[in-house]
């Protein structure tokens, strides 16, 4: 297949099985949040050992594991990931998938705003107003809600966050995902002791197939994060970002349709209010993206004009 399909195909299944995410788990009740949350992790990790037993890069865990700087940002990634994954499973158990997807769609704009904040770059004029339509977005949905749409600002911040240190980092998605729960592994197996000595414990208590389940959390997070790190190295960045609209849109129709999660006129005009600045994010990156090809062409041209002469005469 061709390199560049075959990213397209990669970005395509991890942006769809993100999306149906919320299927899985509401499935996994009666199990708690932070029980969920344990189980991922603990899985996760067993999942990671095979894999990179498998492509066989256990040299450059041992690496990692001697660079101190890198390890505590791997930890605070962990912390991150985990409030992430923690608040998401309860929005879900909690019914509250629309309010979740409307973190993901709000995420590419609070990325902007950590690049402005931290990283101090300088925006253009339309990303400043797609900013600006964010947040009036933001406004109206508080109003709606009769308070801050929490949820979905924790997992906007958190994902944000997350990716901001994971940038930082520069490290492999295998090595990065098997670390991370590395570190959150200790304080997820005592919290699952202390569930199983409490006669709390939802795994090998209420079937066969829901401790199955349980246990298939840790697949079903490794598996769309390879995927998606494999896509990133074929697909070019514009294309990734289009298709990480799907997870959210996906997770809407199933908080709606599937749930019935309700959605008022008001609540649905913050949402459109979202999409639009989205939309013109999107065409501002587009174009831009295109503006700087046409002048690399035109400089590779202009380089390349010399030679040609010198070689008429």
């Not at 660079?67 to 930890?75: T, W």
């Not at 964010?134 to 911040?157: F, K, M, N, Q």
Request: with cysteine; proline share 4%.
């Amino acid at each position: 297949m061709d390199p560049l399909r075959r990213g397209y195909l990669s970005a395509l299944t991890a942006n769809v099985l993100w999306g149906v995410f919320p299927l899985y788990f509401h499935a996994l009740r009666p199990a708690g949040a932070v029980e969920v949350l344990a189980h991922r992790v603990v899985w996760s990790l067993l999942s990671m050992v095979l894999v990179l037993m498998v492509i066989r890069r256990w040299r450059s865990v041992r690496d990692l594991l001697r660079q101190r700087k890198r390890m505590a940002g791997l930890a605070a990634a962990a912390v991150l990931i985990a409030v992430n994954w923690g608040v998401y499973i309860f929005a879900v158990n909690t019914d509250r998938v629309v309010e979740a997807s409307l973190g993901y769609f709000i995420n590419p704009l609070f990325v902007i705003l950590l690049g402005v904040l931290i990283l101090r770059e300088r925006l253009r004029t339309l990303q400043w107003v797609a900013l600006g339509i964010g947040a009036v977005a933001v406004v109206i949905l508080s109003v709606d809600y009769g308070r801050l749409p929490w949820i979905a600002l924790t997992l906007a911040a958190s994902f944000g966050c997350y990716g901001l240190v994971k940038k930082r980092l520069g490290l492999p998605a295998a090595e990065g995902l098997f670390l991370e729960s590395g570190v959150l592994m200790l304080p997820a197996l005592l919290y699952l002791l202390w569930l199983t000595t409490n006669h709390q414990s939802t795994f090998g208590t209420v079937s066969a197939w829901h401790s199955v389940m349980l246990a298939g959390s840790g697949v079903l997070t490794a598996v769309p994060l390879l995927l998606f790190a494999e896509a990133a190295n074929r697909v070019p960045l514009s294309g990734l970002g289009i298709l990480q609209y799907l997870t959210p849109t996906l997770q809407l129709i199933i908080g709606v349709a599937v749930f019935s999660e309700p959605l008022p006129p008001v609540r649905l005009a913050g949402f459109v209010i979202v999409w639009c600045a989205l939309a013109l994010f999107s065409w501002d990156a587009f174009r831009t993206a295109r503006r700087n090809r046409a002048d690399r062409s035109r400089a590779a041209s202009t380089a390349n004009e010399p030679a040609a002469v010198g070689a008429t005469e």
